[in-house]
Nanobody, 115 residues
Framework: QVQLVESGGGLVQAGGSLRLSCAAS????????MSWYRQAPGKQRELVASITSGGNTNYADSVKGRFTISRDNSKKTVYLQMNSLKPEDTAVYSC?????????WGQGTQVTVSS
């Protein structure tokens, strides 16, 4: 069973930074694509960033240049460094692991950016 546990969310002022972590409990972590999604109230869930097993990254246009996704396969953990946060970044952030056509989700962590 794959388990993903996010941490690092919280309340921050606009312009501030947060680092989210997502720890996985699976041996397939290093082979998987890891992603961060977010969902704001009343909005659809959107892909924020993803990183392949080989380290290739992809970002939503809205976060390019501000957010950085990275992974540490030895710790089975994926990170999302969020800088220059804006109130519109407020959402529940969830990590996802995809492997062989299957998706696994964490429970999510709240990020609130005050203006």
């Amino acid at each position: 069973q794959v388990q993903l546990v996010e941490s690092g969310g919280g309340l921050v002022q606009a312009g501030g930074s947060l680092r989210l972590s997502c720890a996985a409990s699976t041996s397939i972590f290093s082979l998987s694509v890891m992603s961060w999604y977010r969902q704001a109230p009343g909005k659809q869930r959107e892909l924020v960033a993803s990183i392949t097993s080989g380290g290739n990254t992809n970002y939503a246009d809205s976060v390019k240049g501000r957010f950085t996704i990275s992974r540490d396969n030895s710790k089975k953990t994926v990170y999302l460094q969020m800088n220059s946060l804006k109130p519109e970044d407020t959402a529940v952030y969830s990590c996802a692991l995809s492997f062989a056509g299957n998706y696994y989700w964490g429970q999510g962590t709240q990020v609130t950016v005050s203006s």
